[in-house]
């Protein structure tokens, strides 16, 4: 089993729609998380992070993370075309570095 | 204010050569990890250096090697390559020596082993 898992998708919503990203992960060791966006050919940008359980919410970005049910979730409002591309999830340790484990990626298509 | 440089962004190596990867840092960043992302894979931790020093390894062989320079630089080098090892290397580099999410990703260097 894989510590972090998401659905590869793809995910195809039309504009304007919310959009539900969920990652399920293993080890409970893990405190920080953090979502990045992932277009073709370049390098993950980071979208949101956050620290533990809670909800933090960024312009059209909210991240929920429940620890008890090892659950993370992204949701963005009013998706947008330029949303289309490949969103990881990833959680990482409370202690000194910061080595990052990742899910396998979601494939978001948001259609105009 | 460049980001994470990486060099080359493409290249073709065969069975059992060995090749160099470069990554410079943003600037004002001191600690650079490498990450291995195969096709369709989420990127793989490889090992993270600070100081100069590898300071965290993931699940990867002795073949996979780093160095960082006194500029914060660093390659990644990897030996007796196998098809396996095509893929796409992510340089990351951050502030400090602490737990982060705050990474800035490079573009990465595509490498295919034929």
């Known amino acids: 089993q894989k510590e972090v898992e998401q659905d590869p998708g793809p995910l195809s919503v039309p504009e304007g729609a919310i959009v539900s990203l969920n990652c399920t992960y293993s080890?409970?060791?893990?405190?920080?998380f953090m979502w990045y966006r992932q277009y073709s050919r370049k390098g993950p940008e980071l979208l949101m992070y956050?620290?533990?359980?809670g909800n933090k919410e960024d312009g059209r970005f909210t991240a929920q993370v429940d620890k008890s049910s090892k659950y993370i979730s992204l949701f963005i409002r009013d998706s947008q075309p330029s949303d289309s591309a490949t969103y990881l999830c990833?959680?990482?340790?409370?202690?000194?570095?910061?080595?990052?484990?990742f899910g396998g990626g979601t494939r978001l298509m948001v259609k105009p | 204010d460049a980001g994470v440089t990486q060099s080359p962004t493409h290249l073709i190596k065969t069975r059992g050569q060995q090749v160099t990867l470069r990554c410079s840092p943003k600037?004002?960043?001191?600690?650079v990890s490498w990450y291995q992302q195969a096709l369709g894979q989420g990127p793989q931790f490889i090992f993270q250096?600070?100081?100069?020093?590898?300071?965290q390894r993931g699940n990867f062989p002795d073949r996979f090697s780093g160095h960082q320079f006194p500029n914060y630089s660093s390659e990644l080098n990897v030996n007796a390559l196998l098809l396996g090892d095509s893929a796409l290397y992510l340089c990351?580099?951050?502030?400090?020596?602490?737990?982060?999410?705050?990474?800035?990703f490079g573009s990465g260097t595509r490498l295919t082993v034929v």
């Open positions: 990351a580099s951050s502030l400090g020596w602490g737990p982060s999410g705050g990474y800035t």
């Open positions: 080890n409970s060791a893990f405190q920080y």
């Open positions: 956050t620290y533990s359980s």
């Open positions: 990833a959680g990482s340790f409370n202690n000194a570095g910061n080595m990052l484990t």
């Open positions: 600037s004002g960043h001191d600690t």
């Open positions: 250096y600070y100081e100069e020093e590898e300071r």
